[in-house]
């Protein structure tokens, strides 16, 4: 009998769609190097073309601003080393002002430039997680530069509030970033209503391939190459193209604004009926972020169990198919609590015991069930070997 196996991993990563790979297959002739003047060239980049316009209509921009790369870890590295190279060219605008929560690709790199001797201020969080807007007011001045705020937050899915964030950044003549990675697909993303002057995803966040995505910028705004040896990209981000990945991005983007709605209503319903059960069937459990559908992405329940280990929980429902996260798939390695948690007021012991459930598109009402049915047990069973110990 085969293994069941029940993935609320999607966070870290999704499946490929069908419809992707298809797609993908279906325009295995378009081989050629679009960089090239012959047919099979002209083909391939007209292939690219199509794509970056589905791009540019899923994130409601300009298809000028779309530059593709290898995702949104690059996307978010070349934000900041853009203002890196603005400060070292003796700009008084030379400050960065991020957040506690971000992503590790911007938390690392900020981490980097700190040590380096840049300015960096960090913008701390409430209890659910979102930023402090009054904060974020105090931190950005006259000498900031740039100024990133991620859309959705990738361990407890809240929802940033960066409309408003990339109005303090104008209002102080700052550029603003958002790291729209986990949104893109679950709620609808305009860089016009956000006001956004740069902009990151990942194609394998939406049921795309993996290794390609996008940093989008707008017109005018700076813009440095950031992979030099060629003309692709404008001559930003030299390298032969990846033509079938990009059009596998093409094709995620189209399902994704085609299908936005009902994903939404899908995941926020699977996720409404496993955090009603677990209440319900788990004594003495903390749901992290807001239980508000306007506040959290709907695929997103991140919940800790005291007097239990996350790892330990991960382990034993991995034992029954069920595949989870302890947080970020960026951290994976790291004995440390969430960065994210404790950002939000979460102590140590409740920060190790969480663990997150991503909901996707290929996931269903009986997966659910079939979670409620192995993780009451599995958390009593935690927690007895816990007392044990002590």
């Known amino acids: ?7 609320l991993d999607n966070n870290g990563t999704t499946r490929m769609a069908d419809e992707v790979i298809s797609f993908m297959h279906e325009n295995d ?37 779309i530059y593709f790369t290898s995702g949104a870890s690059e996307s978010n590295n070349t934000v900041l080393n853009i203002f890196r190279d603005v400060a070292d060219r003796g700009d008084k605008r030379s400050r960065i002002v991020t957040t506690e929560i971000e992503h590790p690709a911007t938390i690392e790199t900020v981490r980097y ?5 840049y300015r960096i201020d960090l913008c701390p969080v409430d209890s659910i997680g979102r930023i402090k807007l009054d904060e974020l007011e105090a931190l950005v001045d006259d000498d900031t530069a740039l100024v990133s705020v991620m859309t ?5 899915g809240t929802i940033q509030p960066v409309k408003e964030a990339a109005a303090i950044a104008h209002k102080h003549g700052a550029y603003f970033h958002t790291d729209a990675t986990q949104a893109i697909g679950k709620i609808p993303v305009s860089v016009k209503d956000i006001g956004a002057d740069y902009l990151s995803l990942s194609a394998h966040k939406f049921y795309g391939p993996k290794g ?6 707008k017109p005018s705004v700076p813009l440095s190459p950031f992979v030099h040896g060629g003309h692709q990209e404008k001559g930003m981000r030299a390298g032969t193209y990846n033509n079938q990945a990009i059009l596998g991005l093409g094709k995620a983007a189209e399902l994704a604004r085609e299908n936005l709605e009902e994903e939404h209503r899908k995941l926020w319903q699977m996720r409404t009926a496993l955090r009603k059960g677990i209440e319900e069937r788990i004594p003495d459990v903390i749901f992290n972020g807001s239980d508000d559908e306007s506040l959290c992405l709907p695929g997103t329940l991140n919940v800790s169990f005291p007097r239990a280990e996350g790892e330990s929980i991960l382990l034993y429902l991995d034992f029954e198919g069920i595949e989870v996260s302890t947080g970020s798939a960026c951290a994976t390695g790291s004995l440390e609590p969430s960065y ?3 950002a939000s007021g979460l102590d140590v012991e409740l920060a190790h015991g969480s663990v997150r459930f991503s909901f996707g598109r290929y996931n269903t009402m009986d997966d659910v069930e079939y979670v409620l049915e192995k993780l009451p047990p599995i958390i009593e069973k935690v927690r007895s070997m816990s007392t044990r110990r002590v």
């Open 152 to 156: 959705g937050n990738n361990e407890s």
């Open 29 to 65: 002739d378009l081989y050629g190097n679009a960089s090239s003047m012959h047919t099979l060239g002209r083909e391939a980049a007209a292939g690219i073309e199509w794509a970056r316009n589905e791009v540019a209509s899923l994130i409601d921009a300009e298809p000028e601003g």
């Open 212 to 217: 390609i995505g996008v940093l989008y910028a």
């Open 113 to 117: 430039l700190r040590k380096k001797g």
């Open 340 to 342: 994210v948690l404790l």
């Open 1 to 7: 009998m085969d293994r069941r196996v029940v993935y």
